[in-house]
């Protein structure tokens, strides 16, 4: 395993590959900077004796210890631990803790690697490649960032019969020695600060769209990809220091006819696991939000409690009206979630199948539990935004800059006219409301909203999945027998 040094000194001697508002950007530039302590966190917990056996797991191919978020899960057990590792880390730094896609892509690319290779047309040994890459993954402690999501260009029109075929990433051109890749992913949380990114088709393929079903891996600073990057830092405070500093990067992840060695590659041209590859990471990845959606909801609840002590309004019937919706919303999503992984086997959903057995045996959390939890926590994002707005009134739409705050002509004003609670000092009160802004009404709360909202799939997709996987037709069967109607069975 490695440490949070290890993981910075590597990523300092990785090649320019970023770009940001015109210009090359340093791997270890200061707006990265939040970013990667946000994900050193992850190599420190690992090593923590409080937190280390948590954070770490068993390698099922060594026997070594590693971090868990590079461990294949191999029971329910290890699924309520990844679900509990990643609600603890979140609360760690407030937010996202920003390395689940990795585990989550990594959990997926087992399964269908090992079934991509039984596949009769299969053109490399595409599971002990993974077992190649995945040894070095678990070895290295490597992050990996997970590039689904394609631009996809005209929305109702399949990947083969858009206008530009690039509007998904696609094969083109295989040689004897790997294949080249064309396109682009966007809006790739961690990859700037990543080792290595996995790349999976966005949707069901299929058989005509073969060179769309890809699935490989490239370290992010690779050649032939180019990185465009959007960083978000909260803005910059010299007197109020933050406890934690939080931030977060997403990239436009472009392959510009970059060339991959087979050794790299996972799935090429089999329809049916590349469909299979989109569906599991998505599972895998809803999976993963019922850890850090319920610790989103912490901090909402930690932020609205606070907002309505310091307003003094905590015991009216609204505020407890709201703040019970959201600890319901948290924690029917760590329901969801902990139901999903005791439920876990190596299936997965096929279409027009059903349940299959999946992979090599690697657990599979249940895909109704994810998607419904996934998708009730996901759409509740923006009415959590209201009740904040609700509770905390106008103040953090207008608060005073800091200069002024401690500028010496308005100090004193401003505190006496900012105290709200005569129990609370005051510049605990201030400290709040500036917490408050960065997470409600900052440059970066927009992006962390539109992420807790499509991160994994817009709800659409979610419900998509349940309703073609939810067996209505036995609760038609029930009414039917209630009612007196002829039955089926
Ligand atoms: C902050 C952030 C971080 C993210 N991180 C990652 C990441 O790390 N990795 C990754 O792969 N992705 C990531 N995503 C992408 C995320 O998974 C997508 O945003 C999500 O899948 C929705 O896709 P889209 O943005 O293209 O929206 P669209 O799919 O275009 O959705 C827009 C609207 O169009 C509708 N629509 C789209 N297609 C159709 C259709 N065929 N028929 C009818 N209606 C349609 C949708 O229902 C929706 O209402 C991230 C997104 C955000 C915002």
Redesign the pocket.
Known sequence: MRTRKEYIERLGKMNRNLYSNGEKVDRLDERQESAIDVLGVTFDAAWDPDSKALCTATSHLTGETINRFNHIHQNPEDLHKKQDMTRYLCNKVGLCIQRC?GIDAANALHAVSFEAQKDPGAKSAYHENWLKWLAEFQKEDWVA?????DV?GE??KRPAAQTDPDMYVRVVEEKSDGIVVRGS???????SVSDEILVVPTRALRPEESSYAVAFAVPSDYDGVKQVVHFHNYRRRDHYKRGFEYGFT?SYVIFDDCFVPWERVFVCGETLHGGAAALLFALFHRHSYSGCKPAMLDFVVGLAALAAEINGIERTPHVREMLSQLIMTGELGYAAGYTASAKGKGEVYMPGAGFLPYGPGNCIPDSIYCNVGRCLTGEAVFHELEILCNIAGGLPATFPYEKDLTGPETKELLQKYLTRNPDIPVEEQIKFWLAFIDFALSGSSG??A??A??????P??EQIAITSQYDIEARKEIVRKIAGMKTKS
């Not at 960032?145 to 999501?149: I, K, R």
């Not at 992913?185 to 990859?191: C, D, E, W």
Request: hydrophobic share 30%; net charge positive; with cysteine.
């Open positions: 896609m960032s997970c590039a689904q999501t996809k929305r109702l992913k966007v809006h790739i949380s961690g990859a997403d992006s962390l539109y992420g909202y499509h991160g994994g799939g817009s659409i997709m």
